[in-house]
């Protein structure tokens, strides 16, 4: 039994429902991103997503895209990102799971990024563009490694799709909450819930809705139906506004708090 499943284990015991924070690794540089993950974690971030950077990131927005655009500014790689886990998971304990495109977990190499994920501290890696059809090696990596694969599901996946993605999948299943990229919405789709009871039929995996989620109303409904919400592009967002003042990680950190109607 992995951190993950510790963290919502925990979460139903105490009888509330979850938050996952997004960042950027290396937005605005690697050293603040070791201090927000440590931040994060004292906010109450039940798992930390931390996004690569990747220059094509098709499912994102304008928002996370120029956090990407900004950190591949300052020509680091996955070792180095590693090592920022590494020294963050020294002082937390909360899960925490990469967020990338296939491409430059390809690069690394599927079986050593698994092996060195496992060492820096990682849990979980979520692969935006890898299909389960597709999966059975890189799953089998991890696997090996202690770690999760989590996949996601959306509002226009099939019966048959969710079935096939519940059987693979392990960690918890991230339900996009709305077809479409990455970005704040003024409110979140209805369609979210339908998905969530859809995926319960076919999984008994924790299960978090992202995508499109910005404020506390909208964290407080969506832990309403789904064992947590995600909050990526208002987190990032604020990053962009105040990433060039001095105590980053500080302002972060009261940003996220204010997020939190169910945790604080």
Same mark, same amino acid.
């Given at each position: 039994?992995?951190?993950?499943?510790?963290?919502?284990?925990?979460?139903?015991?105490?009888?509330?429902?979850?938050?996952?924070?997004?960042?950027?690794?290396?937005?605005?540089?690697?050293?603040?991103?070791e201090?927000?993950?440590?931040e994060?974690?004292?906010?109450?971030?039940?798992?930390?997503?931390?996004?690569?950077?990747?220059?094509?990131?098709?499912?994102?927005?304008?928002?996370i895209?120029?956090?990407?655009e900004r950190?591949?500014?300052?020509?680091?790689?996955?070792?180095?990102?590693?090592?920022?886990?590494?020294?963050?998971?020294?002082?937390?304990?909360?899960?925490?799971?990469?967020?990338?495109?296939?491409?430059?977990?390809?690069?690394?190499?599927? #079986?050593?990024?698994?092996?060195?994920a496992? #060492?820096?501290?990682?849990?979980?890696?979520?692969?935006?563009?890898?299909?389960?059809?597709?999966?059975?090696?890189?799953?089998?990596?991890?696997?090996?490694?202690?770690?999760?694969?989590?996949?996601?599901?959306?509002?226009?996946?099939?019966?048959?799709?969710?079935?096939?993605?519940?059987? #693979?999948?392990?960690?918890?299943i991230?339900?996009?909450?709305?077809?479409?990229?990455?970005?704040?919405?003024?409110?979140?789709?209805?369609e979210?819930?339908?998905?969530?009871?859809?995926?319960?039929?076919?999984?008994?995996?924790?299960?978090?809705?992202?995508?499109?989620?910005?404020n506390?109303?909208?964290?407080?409904?969506?832990?309403?139906?789904?064992?947590?919400?995600?909050?990526?592009?208002?987190?990032?967002?604020?990053?962009?506004?105040?990433?060039?003042?001095?105590?980053?990680?500080?302002?972060?950190?009261?940003?996220?708090?204010?997020?939190?109607?169910?945790?604080?």
């Open positions: 039994m992995g951190r993950i499943t510790d963290a919502f284990d925990r979460l139903q015991a105490e009888g509330t429902k979850g938050f996952m924070p997004f960042i950027t690794a290396g937005d605005p540089d690697l050293a603040t991103t201090q927000l993950l440590i994060l974690s004292k906010a109450g971030a039940t798992v930390i997503e931390l996004g690569v950077p990747f220059s094509d990131p098709m499912a994102d927005g304008p928002i895209q120029r956090a990407s950190a591949l500014k300052h020509g680091f790689g996955m070792e180095e990102l590693l090592a920022v886990v590494s020294r963050a998971r020294q002082s937390i304990d909360t899960p925490i799971i990469l967020f990338s495109y296939f491409n430059p977990l390809l690069q690394f190499g599927m #079986q050593r990024l698994a092996t060195a496992r #060492q820096a501290g990682v849990d979980g890696i979520l692969v935006t563009d890898l299909t389960p059809e597709e999966s059975a090696t890189f799953a089998g990596a991890l696997r090996a490694n202690g770690l999760d694969l989590i996949f996601l599901v959306a509002p226009t996946s099939t019966d048959a799709r969710l079935e096939l993605i519940a059987q #693979q999948a392990s960690g918890f991230y339900a996009v909450s709305r077809a479409g990229v990455t970005g704040t919405r003024e409110s979140v789709s209805a979210a819930e339908r998905l969530v009871k859809r995926v319960r039929k076919f999984s008994s995996l924790p299960v978090a809705v992202g995508f499109g989620i910005s506390r109303d909208q964290v407080a409904d969506v832990q309403r139906y789904a064992d947590a919400a995600v909050v990526g592009s208002a987190i990032v967002l604020e990053l962009e506004r105040v990433g060039g003042e001095s105590n980053v990680s500080g302002r972060i950190g009261e940003f996220v708090r204010k997020l939190l109607p169910a945790i604080t």
